[in-house]
């Protein structure tokens, strides 16, 4: 992708907000490794100058770069103006748009991207819209030979590049993976920014919407290869992992689904099915995330539900979610490990009244997830984007991160990064 024409080659969209102020900081320690290369001119962009200035200087401060505030470019848009969003655009070659809850605020920043020919990254979990963006831009997109890469932070790079990863470190064909994910917090324990709720508020108060759009869309369904892959009960247990589990139920089954249709109708690859769970530990928080799933659930049918929800994400989540976000400690002694169980059928060996006779287990492992593990997976998503053009689809278009990223060093970069993919066992059964 060439990067000589716009006077930026990054620029984070929504800088001083609480995400955007840790990918800033990650791309300022990018742009500071030698190793990488030549610095890249980028920018980070907002409503108030003054709020952005404060990100450099905090960024500039904990990275001990103190010039970085006069290196780096400051644009000024907003979303309820297209006329400076056009302008930002247009002095960038990719965007890193942190702008959330994206379905309040996520398309006009697209559609600018789209019409002035620049490419585009998200950290969206929201399927409602990701799905969205896909049918109203891909082949604007694909026209204008530009990348819109949606769910490219911890929703949803470790399942979709883990599923990729577990199928290329298989010997034989890998036909259905189950990812496990597990947080690990310290002493002080974990804390989500209120914005993820708010995007988990509406968009479980709107599932009708998705389900029509889905309906609407009237895609013939991926066939399945060997039995189909029996969905767990609402809570259960893990003997592998000795813990007890239930669903994922953020956007990861979601993209994971929508990047092997992309895989097998473009790449002629073998569809794997896929589900998604996380493990809660003991009996204790079984009961608790219970408790917090009912109330949340009823809450979010209502309107008055949903402003309740909103107001008060820390009583309605038990803690899990505040309008404050975590500390710095919390986020320093957290992490995350997304375990991978695989089972497919080896060389030579097909589904045809066959079970299937090989198994592979493999992890992906990084830091605090919501904020530290985002930063790292948008920016390199980005760097992928600006630097691996050769590996990407051929034409431009709207895509999942394992669609776009399937064939490039994604992977390696993570792994150069601290998200470290691994295989902790393969063997036929």
Known sequence: MATNQRLFCLVVVGASGFTGQFVTEEVAREQAMPERGPRLPWAVAGRSREKLQRVLERAALKLGRPTLTSEVGIIICDITNPASLDEMAKQATVVLNCVGPYRFYGEPIVKACVENGTSCIDICGEPQFLELIYWKYHEKAAEKGVYIIGSSGFDSIPADLGVIYTRNKMNGTL?????????????????????????AVYGFGDKSRLKKLRNESNLKPVPSVGPKLKRRWPISYCRELN????????ADVSV???????????LEQSPVQYAAY???????????????GLFFLFFVRFGI???LLEKFPWLFSFGYFSKQGPTQKQIDASSFTMT???QGYSQGFGPDKNRPNIRICTQVKG????????SIAMVQAAMTLL??????????????PGAAFSRTKLIDRLNQRGIEFSVVSSSEV
């Not at 813990?243 to 953020?250: A, D, N, R």
């Not at 994971?256 to 473009?266: F, G, P, W």
């Not at 996380?278 to 917090?292: E, Q, R, Y």
């Not at 630097?387 to 999942?400: E, H, I, Q, R, Y």
Request: aromatic share 14%; with cysteine; proline share 5%.
């Open 175 to 199: 036909t259905a993976v189950e990812s496990f994910l597990t947080i690990h917090s310290g002493p002080e324990g974990f804390c989500i920014h209120d914005g993820t709720w708010k995007s």
């Open 243 to 250: 813990k007890y589990s239930i669903p994922f139920l953020g």
């Open 256 to 266: 994971v689904k929508r990047t092997q249709r992309y895989l097998y109708e473009n």
């Open 278 to 292: 996380v493990t809660v530990g003991g009996i204790t928080s079984v009961m608790k995330l219970m408790f917090a």
């Open 305 to 307: 539900g949903r402003q």
């Open 340 to 342: 991978f169980f695989g």
């Open 367 to 374: 830091p605090e997830a919501g904020y530290a593990a985002t």
């Open 387 to 400: 630097n691996d053009a050769s590996d990407l689809p051929k034409a431009g278009g709207v895509f999942t």
